[in-house]
T-cell receptor
Framework: KQEVTQIPAALSVPEGENLVLNCSFT??????LQWFRQDPGKGLTSLLL?????REQTSGRLNASLDKSSGRSTLYIAASQPGDSATYLC??????????FGAGTILRVKS | GAVVSQHPSWVICKSGTSVKIECRSL??????MFWYRQFPKQSLMLMAT?????????EQGVEKDKFLINHASLTLSTLTVTSAHPEDSSFYIC???????????FGEGSWLTVV
């Protein structure tokens, strides 16, 4: 059974700091890995999708890496801003586009 | 703008009643939609896969008779929580797959509170 773990569970940083969120999964036989952002009481916003054949994806200040062999992914956020405060979810995509989510990392960026 | 719409966003119902949540794909047809549930401070858990024109596929531990899923058209799937109890209070969110673009889109989610 695929299990996804995110570390840390919560993170508080001052504005401008670079930070790394970690995601690990137990079964390396995945199709893709996706990072999402969830604001309180809101739905999910897709941030980055990494195909299983890729090692990283970048979008603006965000960079996500994937190491299937070790079952790890990281989300790097550069020059963090208060607007980045949210819960960040990592999900691995298995057959049929079913997603298995981690519990998330709650990020707070202080101004 | 949103490409997957969920309605209602918030609902409060009394114990024992049923409540229906709708998930619509706005700009594309979706033969497959997914329903997830998220309890406070926990991860999203897949409940079931909704297939247009056929029965939904439920994940282990999810009661089919309690969580009725209907996917009658290519743009609409509904989740009905029957005989709701306070422990069913949760955040329910759907996703739909745009097969043309091979992208999964999520709805905004629906908060259910059973009192």
């Amino acid at each position: 059974k695929q299990e996804v773990t995110q570390i840390p569970a919560a993170l508080s940083v001052p504005e401008g700091e670079n930070l790394v969120l970690n995601c690990s999964f137990t079964d390396s036989a995945i199709y893709n890995l996706q990072w999402f952002r969830q604001d309180p009481g809101k739905g999910l916003t897709s941030l980055l999708l990494i195909q299983s054949s890729q090692r990283e994806q970048t979008s603006g200040r965000l960079n996500a890496s994937l190491d299937k062999s070790s079952g790890r992914s990281t989300l790097y956020i550069a020059a963090s801003q208060p607007g980045d405060s949210a819960t960040y979810l990592c999900a691995v995509i298995r057959d049929g586009n079913k997603l298995v989510f981690g519990a998330g990392t709650i990020l707070r960026v202080k101004s | 703008g949103a490409v997957v719409s969920q309605h209602p966003s918030w609902v409060i119902c009394k114990s024992g009643t049923s409540v229906k949540i709708e998930c619509r794909s706005l700009d594309f047809q979706a033969t497959t939609m997914f329903w997830y549930r998220q309890f406070p401070k926990q991860s999203l858990m897949l409940m079931a896969t909704s297939n247009e024109g056929s029965k939904a596929t439920y994940e282990q531990g999810v009661e089919k008779d309690k969580f009725l899923i209907n996917h009658a058209s290519l743009t609409l799937s509904t989740l009905t929580v029957t005989s709701a109890h306070p422990e069913d209070s949760s955040f329910y969110i759907c996703s739909a797959r745009d097969e043309v673009g091979n992208t999964i889109y999520f709805g905004e989610g629906s908060w259910l509170t059973v009192v």
